[in-house]
């Protein structure tokens, strides 16, 4: 059974920096694309940043709004998935939930974990 786990959300004040881990158990992260959504209050969920597979070249993508903040990354020892995020700002409050994606049939999501930034 396939299950992600995200960790490192918490309360950051404006300017300060998370690093947001997204785990895998029953599963090998580096055969699937990976991706970093989040979704404020009232706000449908968006795609933050994204990392092929491994067999796809590992190539990233970022939303415009996250460019040059926030860097996503995979660790194959750890089977975990970073998003390294800096420079945050109140607009970046959101849940964020990782998502493998291994097929179109065949995805999972985590639970979420919650970032607040303060003014």
């Known amino acids: 059974q396939v299950q992600l786990l995200e960790s490192g959300g918490g309360l950051v004040q404006a300017g300060g920096s998370l690093r947001l881990s997204c785990a895998a158990a029953?599963?090998?992260?580096?055969?699937?694309?990976v991706g970093w959504y989040r979704q404020a209050p009232g706000k449908q969920r968006e795609l933050v940043a994204e990392?092929?597979?491994?067999?796809?070249?590992?190539?990233?993508t970022y939303a415009d709004s996250v460019k040059g903040r926030f860097t996503i990354s995979r660790d194959d020892v750890e089977n975990t998935v970073y998003l390294q995020m800096i420079t945050l700002q109140p607009k970046d409050t959101a849940v964020y939930y990782c998502r493998a994606t291994f097929s179109a049939e065949y995805d999972f999501w985590g639970p979420g974990t919650q970032v607040t930034v303060s003014s």
């Open positions: 990392i092929s597979s491994k067999t796809s070249g590992g190539r990233t």
């Open positions: 029953g599963t090998r992260l580096g055969v699937a694309d």
